[in-house]
């Protein structure tokens, strides 16, 4: 084969002597099709591998971890919570919309192939500089709006809440933004599906709708960085149709209560090619395979095409030989193709067939087995040593009230009312928490009375500061949103997001990144069961900040208790909860004053983190709390300034630090909490080692804090609007 055509499949010369090793021959294009896709960074991660392999992932509560579509968690009573995160990033940078949208669509896929009804979606977003009137800040509010529609119609149309989510921006998204979709699905914890493929004669089925030339190259595309040679790739972007998906859905969740199939798997990344692929060798089978016979929406297909299509809304099922008519009866009256299209063999092969011609034949184990796993070189990043010594100490005295008004304008704060009022929050009636009243999600589970809280975090700066410490704390505070809603924290999922992996800088951020995630996930005892990683954020060599978006899921036994993140009465005595020792590296008050990123980050006391989870869970059950807060970006003045706001409550408080700046900073293990039985919440903190404050009152028509003086009317007319009307400017 021409060496011109192997390099447009991204195969190295080291893989092509694997592949003649493999086939014992040259490969023809479908082969070498099937064998890019399958080894391409997305789905074989071959770069990183080696650093996921010694993740936490096992507790008495989990029942499925890594390595099926999604995780699964016992929630109790006999339910089981399934969730996943994935990434959507390069389609979203070339076409916002459809990226977006079927990013959703394919986390939702993810979820309800394991038999689970999907009960709600989230978003983790990262996107440029959006504020001016130069071309790349008008292309960011394009990006920004775009993916914001995209995800909302699909959600939408599928009649699934989007529940909540995280937004941040920095010039080093200008050239990748990030689009992670999260989805949980609930179900009976002993009715869970699998991919699988086995049982010699069964018949594979192909359901759902029918493919198309849309995606060709996605998961290919997806692992390579951004440059002047690849900038039009429409053609690899996915186009959705929620409604197709939710007859879907609604088709496979009515096959599910039969007894016809043996194993499904949704057609992801690589399409008919890694369902396939990934159903038989999971089962140690072969398969043969008609592609004739797949249903096709465009003429002239070929079977390169029919392998690699991304088409959306597709599923491929192991179905029990002599039930193929019963399920095309259930996808029929979903108005949805189900086509027999092969069957399972003991081969240990992919044999594939165009109109009864053998026209690829490739042994499965040896494809999985063989798929490289790279050792890739690493180096501490330059920058670090440059940036080190940043410190509050850098820069001349901001008064604070001059500091809290320039914060208050930043985007991080701002509330981001344009994009949730765009997601339906409420259908399915279980949403206790409404998106924008700030830290986890939680939803009820009606068939139990108890409640999923689901808390997703990650500050870039931080990673980007200290890679280890940034993605532990990311673990960390996505547990601690999930405490203080009342949930004990039991799992999560996460979606890794970085630049390179061919920059020794970027790999050496990427093995640090799964060192804090490995170290904090087994101090704090929430084990990682789902996941994904996404490499190649990078356009001309600029990678974005490292970002290993985290969602923490917990359950609280008891749906009518859980607990507010914002004010709710006059009069609540105000607490302050862990230590305040002036932590500004990667905060937003260096980067918002002095366009500084750096600093060194403290070492997280899991400890201490732990306890304060604790505390706030026991304080809960005996309904001692009013309400309970991470302080988080910004420190204890703007985490308080956007819960007075959204209540419309005022607050006077007082924090007498060891300097009045330190009421922005970002000291890890902290949260502010509204307290009702002041005695007995002292004793509570004296039994989990915990240091406590009283810093002041709910109440009035202003916001007073450490130098800090402005009305909640003048403060939330900022909060609530400008986000709004910097994106809206274009219209």
């Known amino acids: 084969m021409d060496k011109a055509t192997i390099k447009a499949h991204k195969i190295s010369d080291g893989e092509y002597e694997n592949i003649l090793k493999i086939l014992g021959r040259e490969p023809n294009l479908l082969e070498l099709g099937v064998f890019s896709a399958m080894w391409s960074e997305h789905c074989s991660y071959k770069s990183s591998k080696k650093y996921l392999n010694g993740f936490p992932t096992k507790a008495p509560w989990v029942i499925q971890g890594p390595g099926e579509n999604a995780g699964v968690i016992d929630v109790g009573d006999g339910y089981a919570a399934v969730f996943k995160m994935e990434s959507h990033n390069h389609p979203s940078f070339i076409e916002p919309y459809q990226g977006a949208a079927t990013g959703v669509g394919g ?17 983790s977003l990262r996107f440029g500089n959006f504020i001016g009137s130069d071309k790349v800040a008008k292309y960011q509010r394009h990006l920004i709006k775009g993916s914001v529609a995209g995800i909302g119609h699909y959600g939408n149309c599928m009649g699934i809440p989007t529940v909540g989510g995280e937004v941040g921006f920095d010039e080093s998204f200008n050239g990748n933004i990030l689009v992670n979709a999260f989805a949980l699905g609930l179900c009976k914890s002993d009715e869970i599906f699998y991919a699988k493929a086995e049982g010699v004669g069964n018949p594979v089925m192909y359901v759902g709708s029918k493919t198309g030339r849309d995606g060709l190259g996605g998961a290919v595309m997806a692992s390579d960085s951004f440059n002047d040679e690849n900038k039009s790739l429409r053609p690899t972007v996915q ?3 929620p409604f197709a998906e939710k007859l879907l859905m609604e088709a496979c969740l009515e096959l599910f209560k039969t007894d016809y199939i043996v194993g499904i798997q949704d057609m992801g990344a690589a399409g008919l090619t890694s369902s396939s692929f990934e159903m038989a060798g999971r089962s140690g089978s072969g398969m043969r395979m008609h592609l004739d016979k797949v249903p096709m929406r465009e003429s002239g297909m070929t ?5 690699l299509s991304e088409s ?3 599923m491929l099922i192991c179905a029990k030989k002599g039930y ?4 095309k009866e259930i996808f029929a009256k979903w108005d949805l193709d189900a086509e027999v299209i092969g069957e399972v063999t003991n081969s240990g092969k992919m044999e594939l067939f165009w109109h009864n011609e053998l026209v690829g034949e490739i042994p499965i184990e040896p494809l999985s087995e063989a798929a490289p796993i790279l050792d890739r070189p690493t180096a501490r990043p330059k ?4 940036i080190k010594n940043i410190s509050l100490n850098s820069f001349a005295k901001v008064p604070n009230q001059e500091a809290f008004e320039k914060l208050l304008h930043n985007p991080h704060i701002l509330n981001k009312s ?11 009636t279980n949403t206790i928490k409404q998106p924008g009243h700030l830290g986890a999600a939680v939803i009820r589970i009606k068939q139990t009375g108890k409640a999923v809280a689901m808390g997703m975090q990650c500050s870039s700066r931080h990673n980007y500061v200290d890679p280890k410490i940034g993605a532990a704390m990311a673990v960390a ?3 601690r949103k999930v405490a203080m809603s009342g949930a004990t924290p039991l799992a999560i999922t996460d979606c890794l997001n970085y630049g390179n992996p061919e920059n020794p800088e970027i790999m050496w951020q990427f093995a640090q990144g799964c060192e804090g995630i490995k170290e904090a996930c087994k101090e704090l005892n929430t084990p990682v069961v789902s996941g994904n990683v996404s490499l190649y954020n990078d356009t001309d060599g600029v990678g974005v900040y490292p970002t290993p978006g985290i969602v923490s899921v917990g359950v609280n036994d008891d749906a009518t208790n859980s607990l507010s993140s914002v004010f709710k009465a006059n009069g609540t005595a105000l607490y302050l909860v862990g230590e305040t020792t002036g932590e500004f590296a990667g905060s937003l008050y260096l980067k918002a004053l002095f366009n500084a990123v750096g600093g060194e980050l403290k070492e997280v006391d899991y400890k201490k983190e732990r306890a304060l989870w604790d505390l706030v869970i026991e304080a809960n059950k005996a309904r001692i709390l009013e309400f309970a807060n991470s302080v988080g970006t910004g420190g204890v003045a703007m985490s308080l300034a956007k819960m007075s706001a959204i209540s419309g409550l005022g607050v006077k408080a007082k924090c007498e630090f060891g300097d009045e700046r330190w009421v922005f900073d970002e000291s890890f293990s902290r949260a502010v909490v509204g307290v009702k039985d002041e005695a007995k919440f002292a004793e509570l903190a004296t039994k989990f080692g915990l240091k406590i404050a009283k810093i002041g009152v709910v109440g009035g028509e202003h916001f007073e804090i450490d130098g800090v003086k402005m009305s909640v009317k003048a403060m939330s007319e900022i909060y609530f609007n400008e986000f709004r009307n910097i994106i809206k400017q274009d219209d």
């Not at 993810?110 to 689970?116: L, N, P």
């Not at 009022?421 to 259908?427: E, L, V």
């Open 383 to 386: 920058y670090l040593d440059e």
């Open 239 to 241: 186009v959705g149709d």
């Open 477 to 479: 505070e996505s547990g």
């Open 418 to 428: 344009f994009i949730y009022d765009q997601y339906d929050a409420n259908i399915q």
């Open 303 to 307: 079977p390169y095409e029919l392998m």
């Open 312 to 314: 959306q809304e597709r």
């Open 324 to 327: 193929e008519g019963k399920i």
């Open 107 to 123: 986390i939702l896929r993810d979820v309800f192939t394991m038999g689970a009804r999907v009960v709600a979606n989230m978003n």
